[in-house]
């Protein structure tokens, strides 16, 4: 056991407890930045003027009338920036464009005494477009060539002549669609100056650091002159990776130029318009299998969908390509992959970034493949795992592979698969009119980001005399759990009961130069940060108390009265990753989550509509920091999944020759009477969730694996079901190409053309 993770006796990390502010979040008294705007003085509001054209040239703009408007203090436009012209990390995103690149871009933003004077001064506003031509699907894009960023291959072996002697080879495409991050709490950013121009703001961002940082960017000050603070969010799930920066400098710019607070929030409609979503992608493949159905070789494209600028783009394509092959071993195999440049909002970071889809790719392959070897698509799944020893096709060894098989094998188990395949069977024998499916899906998903320098982390840790302790750390609050595993971290590694350790806010004063709360490292990175900085505190406590053995508070009376030290700044940076980003080649990730689960759904054979009867999950969070929490994670992960791969359905407006060119590229889904999210009606009937035992993880902080993001990919079961749920209304030995989100309607099309087969073709010239 390392240091890093061996826990001390009866340790804090591990208890079962609610979330930190569980209380606060059921009674409605927790706070969240626009919860700050009533209670701030002669707050402007800021409102955006958003773009009727998905590509257009702005050829004039002219602010003045909206300045007739009572109320109205100020318009900002390009002209008013002192700084830098850009709210990316690319500098490919004007933050007031010349040229808009989505239906909905914001072109500049009326400052207003009340949300809804900002909003009529918004609309007399007066802007010239010269529309432009606009591509709006990953085809049209490919058939454009419309690409952006990096295109990585990523590889091992002779793929062709594997594929040339695999004796079953297959090839096809798979599509699937993004997902809007629908977190509870929009974009919000309040921002105010002091009087010696120090910018304060805070916001509802993944990454304070990189927040302050486009700030000042864009004022043209340095970033000592910028301090960001993020109190919580109400939900980011990535959204809030890099997205908030924008509205942040709308929000510090406004203030710096009227020398009023500037609170920007956005409504529904706005932040489903303007902000980014999950990736799209579309793949094309090639896959050779032998007689057993083990995989032989795989040849792949993936194109995302990047929308109109690259913001996380690139790093999302890296962990797609990275997780194409989930859990299974390939032996030869080519992972290529691009960015597709379209005129929508820019797809970023969502909850797996990137790894749903690559992962989803090769599941889909192995659903629609298994009917045609003629091979159980559980079998076919088992009998591809990978073995301890077996590289990654980016060259990472896969530690601990058999930790995907104890999952496995555990949830064959408990979730009793055997006995209900056989009842299932005879279910459908039964029922020619409504079908069930049963099918297990593994997750293997690696964690650390595959940038290897954002992996590290700061925080700082005060002990007052009175032996009270408040910790600060890099990570950000959004609802998965962090503070509340931080604070156990804390009391664990001080030997103080949880109750004296309190945790401030995130703010870019306390901790510096922080990596975004992402990649699911938040508890990895800032909990080693933090056990860091207390370790430092007890080894000079331990001095003072030089084995008498002294209770804490007077231990820590007798410090400082002997002028030792009582605070402590933590770091921590994971050790042991390599990549390379040209040749993809490396290993990224300091270990992978594994975890499986069983869904059994039940499909209607009238309508589509379907329900999920049961489900079962084994998941792997090493040894848990905060079992609620994890449970939380889970669950919440795998049903956000569920919601991506059946419900979540966006659609843009597409019009044809010229007609209501105003609504071609508008997104049409924009509220959830029109976007379907999961809710209470789709929920498991039945749902268990075990965490898997004796998983000790000997490279993280008390043996505990990272759980942000890997669950979601759990909710693969579900889909594969209603795979095989589809087919069940055709022939033995059906293929059933499901689309994704397979809603209903979806899964109504699929099992209508799964039972077409089943009927004689009609003679030839019919
Ligand atoms: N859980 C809640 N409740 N809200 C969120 O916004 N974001 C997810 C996950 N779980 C999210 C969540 C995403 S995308 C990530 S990367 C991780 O939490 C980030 O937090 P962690 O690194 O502390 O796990
Ligand atoms: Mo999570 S998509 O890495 O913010």
Redesign the pocket.
Known sequence: MSELSQRPESPVVGETIPHESAALHVTGRALYTDDLTPRTKSVLHAWPVQSPHAHARVTALRPAAAYDEPGVVRVLTADDVPGVNDSGIKHDEPLFPSEVMYHGQAVCWVLAETPEAARRGAGRVEVDYEPLPALLTIHDAIAAESFQGARPTAGRGDVEAALARAPHVFEGETEMAGQEHF?LETQTSLADVDDGGQVFVQSSTQHPSETQEVVAHVLGLASHAVTVQCLR?G????GKEVQANGYAAVAALGATLTGRPVRVRLNRTQDFTMTGKRHGFHATWRVGFDDDGHLLALDTTLTSDGGWSLDLSEAVLARAVCHVDNAYWIPDVRIHGRVAKTHKTSQTAF?GFGGPQGMLVLEDVLGRCAPLLGIDPLQLRRRNFYAEGQETPYGQPVRHAARAVTAWDQVLTTGDVAGRAREIAEFNAGHPYTKRALAVTPVKFGISFNFTPLNQAGALVHVYKDGSVLVNHG?TE???G?HTKVLQVAATALGVPLARVRLAPTRTDKVPNTSA???????DLNGAAIKNACEQIRTRLAEVDAGRDLPWEKLVGEAYLARVPLFAAGYYRTEGLSWDATTFRGSPFKYFAYGAAAAEVEVDGFTGAYRTRRVDIVHDVGDSLSPLVDLG?IE?GFVQGVGWLTLEDLRWETTHDGAHPERHGRLSTQAASTYKLPSFAEMPEVFNVAMLEQAHEDGAVYGAK????PPLMLAFSVREALRQACAAFGPAGTSVDLPSPATPEAVYWALDEARQAAVAPEPAGA
């Open positions: 977190y969010m939900g980011g799930f990535g909850r990570g959004m609802g998965q962090l709360t992402a990649a699911s490292s938040g508890s994670q919440g990272a759980v942000g993001e």
